[in-house]
């Protein structure tokens, strides 16, 4: 493996080189959105401090992977789409490889149940779980203002049957895992609420992204807001994401409907999806259409040139425990922000943005035009981002070298 050497180095200061069994649902770099490229980053920095990777995996049917990678991907074609045949899978998985790995790390929220029976029945390699995204039957946020269809009854029952089951057999097999990673407190407070153990060795660890490395292939530095920063004539605010439920696009039309001075605003949004036409049908009833550009799915490089270009971003709103790349990859690139009070990202954001009552348009409404009309407050927010950027619990390296750092730790512990 291309620099195993050097890493085999930095592990004799870092701590004791392991063979890690990095177990995900899949890898695919094409469509799969920002977790895949996360995994990949963590995957590096794991063989930086001088382990020896594997990935494994689950739905490999599923796998588009368009570049070399440094590790080994080991394919397994779980066909199994139910709970109790995927937590299977999970547990045969881990004993197949038992005898080639240190330490296995899995995705907490599709894999817990499996690893964690897999530790119940005495497997031998200790397991940590990393937690990015929620159980599946968890309630999901909806959006307030457009259409929804509400589950039929039989649908209703059988959410509730399995949110019996996963918590009061599940769970408890889930406590079967050694180690729990986080990317938020609010994260970490939801499955512990479920039942998962509040366990003070547990890491919250944020979403592992590269800034710098953006930010350079961007040419983007810390004052690039501030040259561009505008006293006018057009404020340009700045939305995309999948026009799914519970993404903002309906408090955030509301909200901009309520703005008083909508000739000094450009609302521009991006993206495609199963409540697009609810966001038109929107900018028509509030009369919208001079002042919003739709641009409907945009590339990644039409993305960064985006963000280069806005004045405001907007995410209006989000799971309360919920994380967000896009407000991350706004801050990367110094663009003040206007957000849900409270939660997930309030947390991430901190100081770089003005907040409001979670799904309230009128005062979402104050917020963009206090910042539209706001040049200083602009500057201040924008390098506030890099502030918060610079924080350690925001800093990848650091991160994962923590969970390094609690793995080696555990593996200690239980010798």
């Not at 992977?65 to 899978?89: A, F, M, T």
């Not at 990644?300 to 971003?313: S, T």
Request: hydrophobic residues 40%; glycine residues 8%; aromatic residues 12%.
């Amino acid at each position: 493996m291309p620099g195993l050497d050097v890493n085999r180095r930095i592990a004799a200061i870092s701590g004791h080189p392991m063979r890690i069994f990095f177990v995900t649902s899949k890898l695919n770099f094409k469509k799969a959105g920002g977790s895949v490229e996360e995994f990949d980053l963590m995957i590096r920095e794991f063989q930086r401090l001088g382990n020896e990777v594997t990935v494994v995996t689950v739905f490999s049917q599923n796998n588009e992977i368009d570049r070399p990678l440094p590790y080994k991907v080991i394919e397994e074609k779980v066909l199994s789409r139910g709970l109790l045949g995927i937590q299977w899978h999970a547990y045969k998985i881990l004993r197949k490889y038992q005898n080639e790995a240190d330490i296995f790390h899995i995705d907490g929220h599709l894999l817990l149940y499996g690893a964690g029976l897999y530790r119940r029945l005495g497997g031998k390699v200790p397991v940590e779980a990393f937690f990015n995204r929620e159980l599946i039957f968890w309630p999901q946020i909806t959006s307030s203002l457009f259409p929804q269809n509400e589950p039929k009854v039989i649908e209703r029952l059988k959410i509730k049957l399995r949110s019996l089951v996963e918590k009061n057999i599940g769970m408890p097999l889930a406590n079967g895992i050694d180690l729990f990673s986080f990317i938020s407190p609010m994260f970490k407070e939801m499955y512990e609420n479920f039942g998962l153990r509040r366990d003070p060795k547990s890491l919250v660890i944020n979403d592992p992204i590269d800034f710098g490395k953006i930010m350079r292939e961007n040419s983007i530095v810390e004052n690039s807001y501030l040259k561009r920063n505008k006293f006018g004539p057009k404020i340009k605010i700045f939305y995309s994401s999948r026009m799914a439920p519970g993404k903002g696009f309906d408090i955030l039309l509301k909200g901009f409907s309520l703005v008083r001075n909508k000739d000094d605003f450009e609302l521009i949004l991006g993206g495609t999806g199963p409540e697009e036409q609810y966001v038109k049908d929107m900018i028509r009833e509030y009369k919208l259409d001079p002042y919003v550009t739709l641009l409907g799915w945009v590339s990644k490089e039409k993305l960064y040139q985006l963000h280069r270009e806005a004045d405001i971003f907007v995410q209006a709103d989000w799971l309360t425990y919920g994380t967000s790349i896009s407000l991350l990859y706004a801050m990367i690139f110094g663009i003040p922000c206007i957000l849900p009070a409270g939660g997930g990202l309030q947390w991430i954001a901190d100081g770089a943005a003005l907040y409001f009552k979670n799904r309230d348009t009128e005062e979402l409404a104050l917020r963009i035009e206090e910042l539209g009309r706001d040049r200083e407050l602009r500057a201040k927010l924008s390098m506030n981002c890099y502030r918060r950027l610079k924080d350690d619990e925001m800093n990848y390296v650091k991160q994962v070298g923590r969970l390094f750092r609690a793995v080696e730790e555990m593996k200690s512990d239980l010798k």
